[in-house]
Structure formats: C-alpha cells, structure tokens
C-alpha cells in the first residue's frame, strides 16, 4: 500500500527561525507534491516535483524553497520563517498521467511565533 | 484562473440522514477536467473518497455518490445515511488530464462535517 510519512509531525520555531519539513514516499511515484492548508483556503500547492533534482513552482511559493533529493525524498525549507507561515503542511505523491490519485502524508503542524 | 468552491462548514447531520455537499468549479485553463471528492479524518491526511474523470458519468464510494456534471460545472457529494464515522473534513478537488501539466489540483476550502449520533 502507498505511503508517504512527513517528519516532524508538529514543529514550533520563532520568527526569522529556519525550519525544514522532511517527506518520503515508498510508492515509487514519479510527482511529489507541498500543499499547505489553512481554514477557508483548502489546500494550496507550495512546489512539486517530477524526479530527482526537478522543481516546480506552485500556486503559493513565496518564502519557501524545496529540494527533491532522491525519488523518494522530498524536503520543504523556510529559511526566515514568519507567522504567516504557520499552518498545516501536507506533502503528497502520485504517478504520472492523466487522473492519478495522491496519496498524503499525515501533515506537519508548523507555528512560527 | 481554475478555482473550486463547496459548502462552507461547518456541517452537522444526525445519523441516519441525508447529506448533500455542494462542489462548483470554474476550469478556465483544462481542457478535460477530471473531479475528485478526497476526505480528511481526524489526524490522517487526506485520502481518495471517489473520482470522475468523464462528463456525465457518476462515481460511488463508501455510500457516497457525486455526478460530474458539465452544464452545471458541478460535482455535489451525496449520501442517503450518513453514519457517525463519516465525520470527517471533505474536499472537492479539480485535475488536468494534461500529462504535460503534470498531476496538479485546486482544492476546495474543505467542509467539516460532523454526524451525531
């Protein structure tokens, strides 16, 4: 069965801090995915990924970067966090091609205070 | 741009009920849109509830049913007796059958519905 585990599940930094969220995806898909969630807004895609070393820009990018290590590994970087940033982080996987369902992670809960 | 808009929660429901969730979207750049229902429990991450890929046909999961409605630009969830499990924040989800594009979506701002017992 598909998963994706994020790490850590909830993280707590202060202003200008540096904070890296950490995925992996055992399924072997090609995309991986950062969305962050916040009430009212659903979920908003940050960066996203098609392979080792590729990276795409998403809806919501500003204030974070991302790296795509191994097909695996899938890594979210805020660099001077701010509070606007606090929110939940949900990293998820799928295939390539028309459709495909993803597969998430459980989130990481982030508060930049 | 391509948006998606449902109902505002949060919703609560007694067991046994009916429910209706509303999904409208607006896909000004895909051609082919495909439409999604994901659900949300309690400490998990979201998790595939059903998908129609093609106008006008409908999908089913769990008791839930949505039709992918063109005319309307509508993808509204339904169940006929929701059951207290079911309680759960629910998104409706708008994809580009594009491979090119890669595998994007735009959520919904995601609905929490809450059955009592």
């Known amino acids: 069965e598909a998963a994706v585990t994020q790490s850590p599940r909830n993280k707590v930094t202060v202003t200008g801090g540096n904070v890296t969220l950490s995925c992996r995806q055992t399924n072997s898909h090609n995309y991986m995915y950062w969305y962050r969630q916040d009430t009212g807004h659903g979920l908003r895609l940050i960066h996203y990924?098609?392979?080792?070393?590729?990276?795409q820009i998403g809806d919501v990018p500003d204030g974070y970067k991302a790296t795509r290590t191994t097909q695996e590994d899938f890594f979210l970087l805020l660099e001077l966090a701010s509070p606007s940033q606090t929110s939940l982080y949900f990293c998820?996987?799928?295939?390539?091609?028309?459709?495909?369902?993803?597969?998430f992670g459980p989130g990481t809960r982030l508060t930049v205070l | 741009g391509d948006s998606v808009t449902q109902t505002e929660g949060p919703v609560t429901v007694s067991e046994s009920e009916s429910l209706i969730i509303n999904c409208t979207y607006s896909a000004t750049s895909i051609a082919y849109p495909n439409l999604f229902w994901y659900v949300r429990y309690p400490g998990e991450g979201l998790q595939l509830l059903l998908k129609?890929?093609?106008?006008?046909q409908k999908g089913s999961s769990r008791g839930f049913e949505a039709t992918y409605n063109k005319e309307t630009t509508s993808f509204h969830l339904q169940k006929a007796s929701v059951q207290e499990s079911d309680s759960a924040v629910y998104y409706c989800?708008?994809?580009?059958?594009?491979?090119?594009?890669?595998?994007?979506?735009?959520f919904g701002g995601g609905t929490r519905l809450t059955v009592r017992p």
């Open positions: 129609v890929i093609t106008a006008g």
């Open positions: 989800a708008l994809g580009d059958m594009n491979n090119n594009a890669g595998a994007k979506l735009t």
């Open positions: 998820a996987s799928s295939d390539a091609g028309g459709a495909p369902e993803q597969y």
């Open positions: 990924s098609y392979g080792a070393g590729n990276l």
